[in-house]
């Protein structure tokens, strides 16, 4: 319907560029029955000339379409075009004489629509139609061709995220399995130093273990968690570096109450950790510090460690930051933030709602 009432406008629009003024003082002097008839005959054009344009469409797609050859589509459409109004003239030239010999002139006379007596404005006219329906198919199939690039860009984002997601959970795996045999061996045997050292300490590193096991058992198929429960899985878990360690670490965390209900990806405050006594010292004299605390105005966690480079520096595939900065990509549109100083090693978590 859209395409008939453009047509139909289209049609008196061109009208007004080909027929004088003089032309239009008639055709208002008629009597409203003419104008009537003239209305019909020019929406029944417009829908003619409309039914021939998207035909001849239809088949140029099968034969020349727009993506292959754009120019020579062009030409030839618009060739087809003035043919089939030319048809369409000869048609309507036919028409109105059958109408001249039943009705004489009782429809047909002073009908600017149906006046064949300016048969070179008639045939200008149509062309110029013929032109612009043409192009109104040229517009319809850009504007097709650009909501369907459009979607299929769409597409293409959603996968590329779909596939960073799932890169980002096998690098969590990844670090998961990498984690276990480690934790597990190590934490075991300093269970079994503690046991024959300190009983009631011993239970106590057990409980941790296991809540620390149980966190990320539980846990390794979500996304986000709240920060509140990340934080209790922190507290078990500097337990056992604290008491593995044995010194050479001082954990700051100061962490307002507020932020506590915030969501984060599970296992970064880890990662973070890990990553920060992967690559530095532990001194008892100038002890690596590592701080965790949130940030007043911006809803961020702030991790922040000294920097104590090891004398010597082994290759680091960087894999826990890299998986950090995958999953916030997919999950949030803030990013971690890494800063670099002299003294001073920074990650800002943002915190998701």
Do not use: C
């Not at 062309?127 to 198919?137: E, H, I, P, Q």
């Not at 276990?180 to 269970?191: C, E, G, I, M, Q």
């Amino acid at each position: 319907m859209l395409l008939i009432a453009f047509a139909f406008i289209g049609s008196y629009a061109t009208s007004v560029i080909v027929f004088p003024f003089s032309y239009w003082q008639s055709y208002f002097n008629m009597p409203v029955y003419r104008i009537v008839v003239d209305i019909l005959l020019n929406v029944v054009l417009s829908v003619l000339m409309l039914a021939i344009s998207l035909y001849i469409d239809r088949k140029l797609n099968k034969r020349i379409p727009w993506e292959l050859s754009p120019l020579k589509r062009l030409l030839i459409q618009t060739l087809f075009q003035v043919l089939g109004v030319l048809v369409l003239l000869i048609l309507l030239s036919i028409f109105l004489i059958l109408v001249h010999l039943l009705f004489g002139d009782f429809l047909t006379k002073n009908s600017p629509a149906v006046n064949l007596k300016q048969g070179a404005d008639i045939i200008i006219l149509l062309v110029l139609w013929a032109l612009m329906v043409s192009t109104l198919n040229i517009g319809d199939f850009l504007l097709n061709n650009w909501k369907a690039a459009t979607l299929k860009a769409a597409e293409f984002e959603i996968k590329a995220a779909q596939n960073k997601q799932h890169a980002a959970e096998v690098e969590l795996q990844a670090l998961k399995l990498q984690l276990d045999p480690h934790f597990v061996f190590n934490n075991l045997s300093v269970l079994s130093e503690l046991i024959l050292k300190d009983q009631q300490l011993g239970y106590e590193y057990t409980e941790n273990f296991a809540k620390v096991y149980r966190y990320l058992l539980s846990n390794s198929k979500k996304q986000l968690i709240p920060l509140r429960e990340e934080l209790k899985f922190l507290e078990a878990y500097l337990f056992l570096l604290q008491n593995r360690m044995a010194g050479g670490v001082v954990f700051r965390i100061e962490i307002d109450e507020s932020r506590l209900d915030l969501l984060i990806p599970p296992v970064t405050l880890q990662l973070l950790i890990e990553n920060a006594l992967k690559h530095n010292r532990r001194e008892a004299e100038h002890p690596l510090v590592i701080e965790i605390y949130s940030h007043e105005e911006e809803q961020e966690l702030v991790v922040a460690n000294t920097l104590l480079p090891l004398i010597k520096a082994h290759n680091s595939t960087g894999i826990g930051l890299k998986n950090i900065m995958s999953r916030y990509a997919f999950l949030a549109d803030k990013k971690p933030y890494i800063e670099k100083s002299d003294k001073l090693f920074t990650v800002k978590i943002p915190l998701i709602k």
